[in-house]
Each structure stands twice: as structure tokens, then as C-alpha cells.
């Protein structure tokens, strides 16, 4: 797999069936590693090992009633009182981010009401805040720390 703009982890893998798996540490599963694959499971580890996002507090591919219509998310994260904090849209490494990704992540915020959005393709990471009350958003350089909110 290709290399990402992530600190270095250490992962599990496995085969089965002539295909790799990688363990992930939210579902607890092995899953088929995938690109988008790779960079959800790259982004779950920054979460937890380096902005110290408390495991129970993330949620994986759960699925989204939007517009009568299921949608699934990749990645989000809870406040303490179980709020969604940040909701994260990962893309392959080869796919760009442009605005039809921004619209829907935008389209899942609708429904649940995230402080902050995040898209990444692994290479190129996206941070924007939003401010509900003056109906605006701002790009952050970083995902705040979990000990911030």
C-alpha cells in the first residue's frame, strides 16, 4: 500500500482467500484493506494515537438516514456528552478532493450536527470548523486535540 501523510503505525494484517486484511481497532475486526481502507485505518490511529481521541469515543462505517435515503459515514467522534464532535470523510489515495466530496460530507452534516468536519485521501487532509450561530466555517490547520473540546 501506498505511503500516506500520517505518522508511521503499526498495523495488523492478514490473509484470507488471497486478499490482505487489516485489524481495526474500533470494530475489532479484520477488515479487507481496501485504499479507502488504508486511509480510514491510518486516520483512526492519528485519532487515538496522537490526538488522543478516546476509542469509546469513535464511531466506524454506521450507516445515516438522510433525506429518506441510507447514506454510511467512515469516520465520527463524540463529545463526552455524546454529541458529534467531528464526522471524517476518507477517500482512496488516488481520488482528489474536490467540492462534490465537500458537499457530502456537507449533506451528512445536515444530520448530525458535527463541530467539525474532516475529508482526507491520506495525502491531502481537510480541518474546517463550523459556526452554527454566525452560519460560517473556517479551515483549521489540525484536528484539536481530544483534551480541547
Known sequence: ???L??????????????????????????VILTPEEWVRQHTLHYLIYDKKYPASHINVEKQLLLNDTLK????????NDGEVHIIIECKAPNIIINQITF????????????????VTNGLTHYFCKIDFENKKYFFLHDLPPYDSH
Open 1 to 3: 500500500m501506498q505511503k
Open 5 to 30: 501523510n500520517f505518522p508511521k503505525y503499526n498495523f495488523r494484517f492478514k490473509s484470507n482467500e488471497n486478499k490482505t486484511l487489516i485489524f481495526d481497532i474500533i470494530r475489532k475486526k479484520f
Open 72 to 79: 454510511r459515514y467512515d469516520i465520527i467522534t463524540f463529545k
Open 103 to 118: 458537499d457530502q460530507i456537507a449533506r451528512y452534516n445536515l444530520a448530525l450536527n458535527s463541530d467539525i468536519l474532516m
